[in-house]
């Protein structure tokens, strides 16, 4: 039987699962939805490397599972990615290939983030673009949706920078000092960040 835990009120609550959207009543008491969403290779090379570790399953056996398990990906998982308000894409700059699975492969990344057209993003791009030329390209994709590309993250003392300008509403939580991380990590907690301060929609005092 699951425990039930009494949660008290709070500014802000970080609610992380699996599945934490997959059901439409979830996601109309969440603010702001956000799911990861690796490219299908890329996420298959991590599963791969992830269970020869720790489970002792072989490379076959865990494409076999990954097989076995795809009605259910596109049941819940893509459920998930069409319902969220930020998407985060991760790929592989070169393609995979016969280093499938290598457990010493590391591909080198970039980043597709889609995001609710909701959010205004030009004063957080031409920031960026200005402190990490050639980092990032913003476009529109239909109606409903932006894209955000970055070819590799923002040096952490430009990011800290950008967070400064951008994301000023940290102080109404307490926050005088956010501690900003380096690399992929950090360029996501700038794109949260500033989509929960300047989304009119659910958070119009800010």
Not at 146 to 155: A, D, G, K, M, N
Not at 182 to 200: K, P, R
Request: charged share 25%; proline share 7%; hydrophobic share 40%.
């Amino acid at each position: 039987q699951t425990e039930v835990i009494e949660v008290s009120p709070k500014p802000g609550k970080v609610f992380e699962h699996m599945h934490a959207f997959s059901h439409k009543p979830a996601r109309d008491m969440i603010d702001l939805n956000i799911c990861m969403h690796p490219e299908e290779g890329l996420l298959l090379h991590w599963k791969i490397q992830r269970d020869i570790v720790k489970r002792g399953d072989s490379k076959e056996q865990v494409i076999a599972s990954v097989d076995a398990r795809r009605s259910d990906a596109e049941s819940y998982v893509k459920v998930q990615a069409n319902a969220a308000d930020i998407v985060c894409i991760f790929h592989p700059r070169h393609a995979i290939g016969p280093h499938l699975g290598e457990l010493d492969y590391k591909p080198e990344l970039c980043l597709k983030i889609r995001i609710s057209n909701r959010f205004c993003l030009d004063p957080l791009v031409e920031g960026i673009a200005e402190l990490g030329p050639d980092t990032v390209d913003h476009y529109y994709c239909n109606e409903d949706w932006q894209i955000l590309e970055f070819s590799r993250p923002i040096p952490l003392d430009a990011l800290a920078r950008i967070g400064e300008k951008y994301v000023p509403g940290f102080q109404d939580f307490g926050l005088y000092a956010p501690a900003w991380r380096d690399g992929w990590e950090g360029l996501l907690q700038l794109i949260v960040a500033y989509s929960i301060f300047h989304d009119s929609t659910r958070f119009p005092e800010f």
